[in-house]
C-alpha cells in the first residue's frame, strides 16, 4: 500500500518532520474492505526501518561514548524521534483495533495495543524524551569511568581480574578503585536520579497510576503476575536462597581461612588457584563459542558462526565504551547484535553464553509476519538467555570448550553459585525500586542510600562490610537497570527459576530440552507468558515450595562438582 524505502539507512539522518508523514499517511489512507492485513504489514515495515536506524545509533553511541557526533545521532533517535513515534504508535494501534483483524495470531498483539492506548497521555511524551537524555547522560558518566593502575588507565570491567588474584591486597585494592570510582560521581548520579524519579512519578500520575510500580507492570504487558506476586519472590528468595548463599560463603571463608569473608573475596577461587583464563583473544573467544553451540544445536552454531563473519559482536572492554553487556536486534535486517565488555575471564563467557540466547531467541522468532509478533516479554527473553547458560554448560570443557575437564568443573560450580547469588541480587534489585517508588522515599539521595543497606542486608548475608557502608552503596550506582530500565530486573529471576526447570529436563533428555526450547523461543509474542513458558515444559515460580526444590538440586550439584574437583585435585 506504501511505497516505503528499502533500507534504513534512509532513516539514518533523518529528523523527526522526515519521518512523521510517514505516520501521517498511515493514519488516514483509506483501507479497503480486507485490507487490515496489509495495512498492518505496512506500519510492521516501517517500524522496523525506524527501529533499525535508531537501534543503529544506539549502539554506534555505546561502542563510543565520547564521540559527540554519536551521541548528538543516538539523542535525536531516543529523545526526539522515539517518543514521537511511540505517540503515533499509539495512534495507529487505536486504528488496528478497529479494522477487526481476527488472526488468533495477533490477539497478544491487539491487547498490547490496548494497554498502550489506555495508559497513553500526551503530557508524558516530552517527560519520556527528558528521561532518555538522563539515560545518556548516566551513561556518559559510568562509561567515562576509570582508575589508575599502576600508572596505566583502567576501565571499570577491566578490573575484573584483580579481583580474582590471589593476592588478597591486589583484590582489596582492585575492589575499592572500582567502588570508589562510582562514590566520586555519587552526588552527580544522585541529581540524575533525583530528576528521574520526580519524571517517573509524573508518568505515572498523568495515566491514573498510584505509583510508579503499578504505572511500569501495565507498561510492560505484565499481564499474568501482580506487585503482590513480587513480594512473595522476595519472602520466598529470603527463605530459601538467602540461607544457601549463607552457606557458601561459610565454605569460601573456611576454604579461603579468613577470619573474616570480605566483599574482596568472592571472586578468588577459594583453593587460591589461578584464576580461569578461558580465552586470550577474541577470535578465539568467539571460535570457541561457536563450537560449544554446534554441540548444543547445530542450527545454533550455524547462526553463531553468521554472526561473526557479518560483524554482529563488539565484546572488548575499551575506554569511553559504555558499561554491561546487552543483546539488541536490528529489526529489518532480523539479525540481532552483542555488546559486551570482555576482559578474558570466566564470566566473559557467562556473558556471551547468555547474549548469545538473545540472539537464538530473535533468529528464531523472525519468522513470524509482524514485528510486534517477533518481541516478547523480558521473563521469556531471558528464558531464553538464562537456559542456554545452563544448557551449553556441559560442553565447556576441551577439545571444543573453553577449559580442561578441571577448569570445566570448576567453571560450572562458579557458575551455579553465581545463579544462586545472583538470585538473591535480583531480589534486592526489584525490592528496592517497589520501595522507593510506592513509600516516594526514592525522591531523596540520602533516604535512597539508606534504604539500599538495609534492604540489601535482609538479602545479602555471610560477607563482612563492617567499615565499607559508602562502598556498599555504591552498588546501587553501577546498576544501571534501576537508572535506565526501571522495573527491568525481577524478570531475570523469574526467568532463572524457569531456566533451572529446563536444565534439570535437560540432565535425562537434553535433546528433547533444547527441542522444547527452540520451539518456545518460535513463537515469539504469538502466546501468552504461562502458555510460552509451557511450551518450554517449565512454569512461572514464586512460591517458596518450588524454589526450594530448585535450590536444593543446584546446591547438589555443587556438591557433587566440588567432591570431583577435590578428587582431582588430590589425584594431581
Not at 546487552?326 to 564470566?347: H, L
Request: glycine share 8%; charged share 25%.
Amino acid at each position: 500500500m506504501l511505497p516505503l524505502p528499502d533500507s534504513p539507512t534512509a532513516f539514518a539522518s533523518a529528523t523527526w518532520d522526515d519521518i512523521a508523514p510517514w505516520y501521517e499517511r498511515l493514519a488516514t489512507i483509506e483501507i479497503p474492505a480486507g485490507g487490515g492485513e496489509a495495512w498492518l504489514a505496512d506500519w510492521s515495515r516501517l517500524e522496523e526501518l525506524l527501529g533499525e536506524a535508531g537501534t543503529r545509533a544506539m549502539i554506534d553511541y555505546t561502542c563510543d561514548t565520547a564521540d559527540a557526533a554519536k551521541e548528538a545521532a543516538y539523542l535525536r533517535f531516543s529523545s526526539d524521534i522515539g517518543p514521537k513515534a511511540q505517540e503515533q504508535g499509539v495512534r495507529l494501534a487505536r486504528r488496528a483495533l478497529t479494522l477487526g483483524i481476527a488472526r488468533g495470531d495477533l490477539a497478544i498483539t491487539m491487547r498490547e495495543f490496548r494497554t498502550d492506548d489506555e495508559i497513553f497521555r500526551e503530557a508524558n511524551v516530552p517527560r519520556f524524551a527528558e528521561l532518555e537524555e538522563l539515560s545518556a547522560a548516566y551513561q556518559k558518566v559510568t562509561g567515562g569511568l576509570s582508575v589508575d593502575w599502576d600508572g596505566q588507565p583502567k576501565t571499570i570491567p577491566q578490573l575484573q581480574p584483580y579481583l580474582q588474584d590471589t593476592d588478597r591486597a591486589v583484590r582489596e585494592r582492585a575492589f575499592r578503585a572500582g567502588a570508589d570510582a562510582y562514590l566520586a560521581r555519587r552526588d552527580e548520579l544522585a541529581r540524575l536520579f533525583d530528576r528521574m524519579f520526580v519524571l517517573r512519578s509524573e508518568v505515572a500520575g498523568e495515566s491514573g497510576f498510584r505509583d510508579f510500580q503499578a504505572y511500569c507492570f501495565r507498561a510492560k504487558y505484565r499481564f499474568d503476575y501482580s506487585p503482590d506476586d513480587c513480594a512473595r519472590f522476595h519472602d520466598a528468595v529470603k527463605a530459601t536462597v538467602v540461607p544457601a548463599v549463607e552457606r557458601l560463603h561459610a565454605e569460601r571463608r573456611r576454604r579461603l581461612r579468613v577470619e573474616r569473608l570480605r566483599p574482596w573475596d568472592l571472586g578468588v577461587d577459594p583453593d587460591q588457584r589461578p584464576a580461569l583464563a578461558p580465552f586470550a583473544s577474541t577470535p578465539q573467544f568467539t571460535d570457541t563459542a561457536a563450537r560449544i553451540f554446534s554441540r548444543v544445536d547445530p542450527e545454533l552454531g550455524a547462526r553463531f558462526a553468521r554472526m561473526q563473519r557479518e560483524r554482529l559482536l563488539d565484546l572488548e572492554s575499551r575506554p569511553g565504551k559504555a558499561p554491561g553487556g546487552y543483546c539488541t536486534k536490528y529489526p529489518a535486517s532480523k539479525v540481532p547484535f552483542i555488546f559486551m565488555n570482555a576482559v578474558g575471564v570466566a564470566d566473559d563467557v557467562n556473558t556471551l553464553l547468555h547474549e548469545a540466547g538473545h540472539c537464538f531467541h530473535d533468529f528464531e522468532a523472525s519468522g513470524q509476519p509482524f514485528i510486534w509478533q517477533r518481541g516478547t516479554g523480558s521473563e521469556m527473553a531471558e528464558l531464553a538467555s538464562m537456559s542456554m547458560e545452563l544448557l551449553a554448560a556441559p560442553h565447556l570443557a576441551s577439545p571444543t570448550g573453553y577449559y580442561s575437564a578441571a577448569d570445566a568443573r570448576r567453571a560450572r560450580i562458579e557458575h551455579l553459585e553465581d545463579v544462586l547469588i545472583a538470585l538473591a541480587h535480583i531480589a534486592s534489585v526489584d525490592a528496592f525500586q517497589a520501595w522507593m517508588y510506592r513509600t516516594g522515599e526514592g525522591a531523596r539521595a540520602e533516604a535512597r542510600d539508606a534504604g539500599w543497606l538495609r534492604i540489601r542486608a535482609e538479602f545479602e548475608r555471610g560477607v563482612d562490610w563492617d567499615g565499607l557502608e559508602p562502598q556498599r552503596v555504591s552498588r546501587w550506582y553501577r546498576q544501571l537497570h534501576i537508572f535506565e530500565l526501571p522495573f527491568y530486573y525481577i524478570e531475570y529471576g523469574i526467568a532463572q527459576l524457569g531456566a533451572l526447570q529446563l536444565w534439570t529436563a535437560s540432565l535425562d533428555d537434553p535433546a528433547g530440552a533444547v527441542r522444547r526450547y527452540r520451539a518456545a523461543l518460535a513463537l515469539g509474542g504469538t502466546r501468552s507468558l504461562p502458555d510460552l513458558y509451557a511450551a518450554a515444559g517449565v512454569r512461572m515460580v514464586f512460591d517458596e515450595a518450588t524454589m526450594g526444590a530448585l535450590v536444593s538440586v543446584v546446591e547438589r550439584t555443587i556438591g557433587e562438582l566440588r567432591a570431583a574437583d577435590a578428587a582431582g585435585q588430590a589425584g594431581a
